[in-house]
């Protein structure tokens, strides 16, 4: 069973260019979040993907996007980046179906953003 | 205020030392509460995982929930090196899917 993995480790960015983050969640799960995690901060929801819709966003502008692929794979994107976006981006991973109250979520190891 | 409180430490404990890790939360509707445990560039890893209030243990680890006071706490039994770690505590509704409301983290070092 593979774990969750995320591309690219380390990405360093300037303000207002746009970037792409990519998670390939667990095998058999059909559920994938993100969550930004700011040093000494614990991660922050951003949003979460069932089945290729999103279910459910958190408090983050629209800025930030994202996709779910058949494979169940995930992109992040972020367009017009500032200095506050500079975080550990965590995707996580999970096998349910909607409304369920939750279920264990894998996360990978992160992708590591500096906006200059 | 955040809805999840938590002393981000550093707590810094000897080898065998019983660790007490605890969080507060101000949202009544979260049902189910977990803990983490990050290693310094990695990504978190889920420790304990409960629903309602109660307790549970698992080998060295018990998570306890006290929903009446809005407190949890996970306690560590003869803490090794290896368990120096950033803890997490994490919470979420019955009907928010998987969305995961954490604590800011402390940062425990035990010391050979």
């Known amino acids: 069973e593979t774990g969750v993995t995320q591309s690219p480790t380390h990405l360093i960015k300037t303000r207002g260019q746009q970037v792409t983050l990519r998670c390939s969640s667990q095998?058999?799960?059909?559920?994938v979040s993100w969550y930004q995690q700011a040093l000494g901060q614990g991660p922050q929801f951003i949003f979460q993907?069932?089945?290729?819709?999103?279910?459910g966003r958190g408090n983050f502008p629209p800025r930030f996007s994202g996709l779910q692929f058949p494979n169940y794979s995930s992109e992040l994107n972020v367009n017009a980046l500032e200095l506050d976006d500079s975080a550990l981006y965590l995707c996580?991973?999970?096998?349910?179906?909607?409304?369920?109250?939750?279920?264990?979520?894998?996360f990978g190891p992160g992708t590591r953003l500096t906006v200059l | 205020q955040k809805e999840v409180e938590q002393d981000p430490g550093p707590l810094s404990v000897p080898e065998g030392a019983i660790v007490s890790l605890n969080c507060t939360y101000s949202?009544?509707?979260?049902?189910?509460f977990m803990w983490y445990r990050q290693y310094s560039r990695k990504g978190p890893e889920l420790l304990m995982y409960?629903?309602?209030?109660g307790n549970k243990e698992d080998g060295r680890f018990t998570a306890q929930v006290d929903k009446s006071s809005k407190y949890i706490s996970l306690f560590i039994r003869d803490s090794q090196p290896s368990d120096s770690a950033t803890y997490l505590c994490?919470?979420?509704?019955?009907?928010?899917?998987?969305?995961?409301?954490f604590g800011g983290g402390t940062r425990l070092m035990v010391k050979p």
């Open positions: 996580a991973s999970s096998s349910e179906g909607r409304d369920w109250g939750t279920d264990t979520q894998y």
């Open positions: 095998s058999g799960h059909n559920t």
């Open positions: 993907y069932y089945r290729e819709e999103e279910n």
């Open positions: 949202n009544s509707a979260f049902q189910y």
């Open positions: 409960t629903y309602s209030s």
């Open positions: 994490a919470m979420s509704g019955l009907n928010a899917g998987n969305m995961l409301t």
